[in-house]
């Protein structure tokens, strides 16, 4: 719109006669609210960019430099730059630098004419003003002098003056003259004192003895702004930004605040340039242009601006504007750390967190970043989180213990809800006192104020049905539980028949569901998901991608997805996919996936030509991290008698510091009676709340014989069931093998409840009880009745099962069911469906009964098929009966073989016919 000549010394108000003739015309007023503001464009002016300005060095630098000075003579540099230094380190913590700023005015003084007297006077007043020092400012008279040599001022010193006249800094106030000296200031030009007469005009509290008009007063400020080609017009220009900016004095225009700033980007400046970068971000009444947005955060970040930095490190790691480049990001992380600011440190944290894999032996300097943020005045609580779990990570759950507790009680105490969370955990799993408890109980409940999420519901619900010293507080627990349930965030369990059955019309609510948890993180939910959208028609490539790269941040998502390859997998060549998850899974993240690794190799050795050795190698790495699973499948895999007490000997020590639930209870039979009740506290302080744990909690105490906390846990695993048949027959057979026959009652419930649930072991459960005549339970009627319905349909398995129980039944049982059936026509019905046992027991009746030689031929032809089915004692009778011709042809040699073979089974009348034999060949 305007030229600007090339001068070092151009003269300010030359420029300003062009300006006024180039804006004035077009200035108008604006009513924005209630205040007045002029509608001015003042443009930047149109040159060739040249780096003018000298970019401020960071601030680590200038610190560096300050606290080193030895007070003597002053850096060889211009003074205009120890002027801005001693801008900034007021800015940094003026109160701190006090005596080194007036120290360097103090030299600036002794070696330019030009800023001693009052320059000087006016730069220790800003330096007591900024380091709060007021009553050392009135004392000293400052002030008071400066005001003295009024006549002599500069308009910016007038207009300093003017202000402090106004709020009675280091005198007493004085409007009058406050009001005198910004007038004089704005008449001679002064930008400051310009604007805030403007202000004061627009607002209707103009001065009197003003006259300028506003639209002229502004253009004139503005020139004066713009002054002479110098290297301090990048802070004058980016005044002129950042009134178009807020809009107080001239309408606020965006566009024109991007350009102000790019003009003093252009000139060199740092600062500006990242307020260009700022308007492409937010795009705000403002068209981005990423271009643009990438040229000057470059510029930004090359000046070495922490916040410029950072953001394009995270361009760089997301890949977001410009190909992904970690390297790069990293190394612009660094170099924003260098300087110790939270910002900086921050983002190296979580980057190194992030992508540690790709970078090892980084983790040191990811926790030195850590460290150096919790040492910050405004640390947040999440560093105090990391901190913890680095402590857990390097010295074991219960090795760490101690120093981990503090770091969260300081990330409680800063707002942390994973520190709040964890630290509640951990007072929990002390279980010292009810205070703790209490304690615990009070942040999980704020916890899911706060969340809204199931998981603190769920450990309230672990904390008083397992946890609590006295627990199961049922009601409390129960409560929880309905709270978790009432969220909706509980995973939803789905086999993966049934997730590559789900579709967008009939499941719509379910699929939403499992996208919700896999968005927080979840990676089981994460692997349905995925699952689900291989399936899915309408899936695109863009999709499938997103979610892959999405799940890729996450821990143990190809474990689950690897779960449901094997579930769908039908033949080895199948299975090699999951294969190949698990073992990815266990290159990224080590231990957790090893086992699972581990148990797959087990499962389906068949597959492949998996080694003990190799099978071994991998469960020794979560073992030594402390998981007891691991441990418990190489004590399996050990052939010595003692194989459980030597995997134990190995481990102690880890168990000690770091064990988890299944360790602590894999330790405990072997530890001595006076260590077992520290391990018996730890278990109960961080079981996982579910059938299986609490009845593992049963089933040690056993092991060592104390039936009292036996039948605690297992009174607990009542609450437990949740519906599931398995559950159910499991707990009421444990039932009757702790208390017999006094369980009979609540065990009776449990196989009913499971066989109405179409559990295919539960009816067996109730046959058994009803032929218990120890119990209250026992009704043989009922039991006959049992078997006469299930040979209704002899080719179930249910009529086997029953006479299976039937035979070890006491006599009376036996009597009074014979009495009620025709036992030979329930035999020949269980024998035709494939029962040995009963086609021995035909055999046999048909032997006793015979009435003639058919009958004792269809007696032995049962026997040979009941004998070929596995069943010792038809063997022998079939023996005895090859031997004497009983119902076929006389036979020695296979009679011998049978006979050999059930004697080898144990069979003693095998063993004493076979002798009989033996003696009668040889006499």
């Known amino acids: 719109m305007f030229g600007f000549v090339h001068s070092p010394k151009q003269h300010w108000s030359a420029i300003l006669s062009v300006l006024a003739l180039s804006v004035a015309p077009i200035a108008t007023y604006a009513q924005e609210a209630s205040t007045a503001v002029l509608d001015l464009e003042f443009l930047p002016p149109d040159i060739k960019p040249s780096r003018i300005c000298v970019p401020r060095a960071p601030d680590a630098d200038t610190i560096a430099a300050w606290e080193n000075w030895d007070g003597q003579a002053l850096p060889n540099i211009d003074p205009t730059l120890i002027k801005r230094d001693i801008n900034r380190l007021q800015q940094i913590n003026a109160p701190y630098w006090l005596d080194t700023i007036e120290l360097m005015i103090t030299r600036l003084a002794e070696s330019n004419d030009g800023y001693a007297g009052n320059n000087t006077l006016m730069a220790r007043i800003s330096a007591m003003i900024a380091a709060g020092a007021f009553e050392e400012l009135r004392s000293q008279q400052l002030v008071a002098q400066l005001a003295a040599n009024e006549e002599l001022l500069s308009p910016r010193l007038k207009n300093a003056l003017s202000g402090y006249y106004r709020d009675g800094i280091g005198v007493d106030r004085d409007i009058d003259r406050a009001n005198a000296l910004l007038v004089d200031a704005g008449y001679s030009g002064n930008a400051d004192a310009l604007l805030a007469l403007t202000r004061l005009e627009l607002s209707g509290n103009g001065i009197e003895g003003w006259d300028v008009a506003p639209e002229l007063a502004v253009t004139m400020a503005f020139g004066s702004l713009v002054g002479e080609l110098d290297t301090s017009i990048c802070d004058r220009v980016a005044r002129i930004a950042r009134e178009y900016n807020s809009g107080e004095i001239v309408k606020q225009s965006p566009q024109l605040a991007h350009d102000w700033f790019r003009f003093a980007a252009d000139l060199g400046d740092s600062n500006s340039a990242w307020k260009v970068v700022e308007y492409h971000m937010l795009a705000e009444n403002f068209e981005k242009d990423n271009d643009v947005l990438l040229q000057y955060l470059q510029q930004a970040a090359n000046a070495q601006l922490p916040y410029a930095q950072i953001a394009l490190g995270r361009v760089y790691e997301t890949g977001a504007l410009v190909e992904q480049d970690l390297d790069r990001a990293l190394q612009l992380f660094r170099a924003a750390a260098k300087e110790g600011g939270r910002p900086g440190l921050t983002r190296l944290a979580l980057f190194l967190e992030a992508h540690g894999d790709r970078y090892p032996g980084t983790y040191a300097e990811g926790m030195d970043a850590l460290h150096k943020l919790s040492e910050l005045p405004d640390a947040a609580g999440w560093v105090f989180s990391r901190l913890a779990d680095d402590t857990y990570e390097r010295l074991g759950r219960w090795g760490g213990d101690a120093q981990a507790l503090e770091y969260l009680e300081r990330a409680a105490e800063l707002g942390d809800m994973d520190g709040s969370i964890e630290l509640a955990q951990a007072l929990i799993a002390q279980r010292d006192n009810e205070q703790d408890f209490e304690r615990a109980v009070d942040l999980l409940s704020y916890s899911v104020t706060a969340l809204g999420g199931g998981t603190p519901a769920k450990l309230l619900h672990g904390a008083f049905m397992c946890q609590a010293t006295d627990s199961p507080r049922v009601e409390e627990a129960l409560y ?145 991290a402390g998981q007891g699973a691991a441990m418990e499948l190489l004590a399996a895999l050990g052939t010595e008698p003692n194989a459980a007490r030597l995997i134990y000997e190995q481990f102690a020590p880890v168990i000690d510091t770091n064990g988890d639930f299944n360790a602590l209870v894999f330790a405990i039979p072997h530890l001595d009676v006076d260590d077992r009740a520290a391990y018996l506290s730890r278990a109960a302080g961080i079981i996982p709340c579910d059938y299986k744990n609490v009845m593992a909690m049963a089933n040690v105490n056993l092991e060592i014989g104390d039936i009292d906390q036996a039948l605690h846990w297992m009174g607990i695993a009542e609450y437990l069931l949740d519906d599931n048949p398995w559950t159910m027959v499991d ?169 050999k073979r059930a004697a080898a089974n144990g069979s003693e009348k095998a063993a004493t016919i076979t002798a009989l034999l033996n003696l009668s060949e040889d006499t």
Do not use: C
Request: glycine share 6%; no cysteine.
């Open 480 to 624: 929880w539980k309905e709270v978790e349930l009432a969220t909706g965030t509980a995973n939803l369990e789905l086999s993966a028949h049934e997730l590559i059955a789900l579709t967008p019309q009939n499941d719509p609510l379910t699929i939403a569901s499992i996208q919700s948890q896999a968005l927080y993180g979840r990676p089981q939910a994460l692997a349905s998901y995925r699952k689900f959208l291989e399936s899915a028609p309408s899936t695109t490539p863009e999709l499938v991608d997103f979610w892959r790269d999405y799940s890729n941040q996450y821990t143990s998502v190809l474990e689950a997805l690897a779960e449901l390859e094997f579930e769908l997998a039908q033949s080895p060549s199948e299975r090699i996919v999951a294969f190949n998850l698990l073992r990815q899974e266990y290159k990224n993240s080590g231990a957790p996936a090893a086992l699972s690794l581990a148990e797959a190799m087990i499962s389906y050795q068949n597959d492949a030509s998996f080694s003990i050795g190799e099978i071994r190698a991998l469960l020794e790495v979560p073992a030594y």
């Open 731 to 899: 707990l009421a057979r444990a039932e009757l093998d702790v208390r017999g026959a006094e369980a009979a009652p609540k065990a009776m419930d449990l196989f009913e409840r499971a066989a109405q649930m179409g559990d295919e072991n539960a009816p067996r459960g109730v046959f058994g009880l009803l032929v218990n005549a120890d119990a209250e339970t026992y009704d043989p009627d009922r039991a006959a009745g049992m078997i006469t319905e299930a040979m209704s349909d002899p080719s179930h398995a249910y009529l086997n099962r029953f006479l299976g129980v039937y035979r070890g039944a006491p006599d009376q049982a036996k009597a009074e069911i014979e009495a009620r059936l025709d036992m030979p026509e329930v035999y020949l019905t269980a024998a035709n469906a494939g029962d040995v046992f009963s086609m021995r027991a035909y055999a046999m009746f048909l032997r006793e009964t015979a009435a003639n030689n058919q009958e004792l031929a269809t007696s032995t032809e049962w026997l040979l098929r009941a004998a070929e089915g596995g069943d010792t004692a038809a063997m022998a009778e079939l023996g005895y009966a090859l031997a004497f011709g009983i119902g076929t042809e006389a036979d020695l040699d296979s009679a011998v073989s049978w006979l």
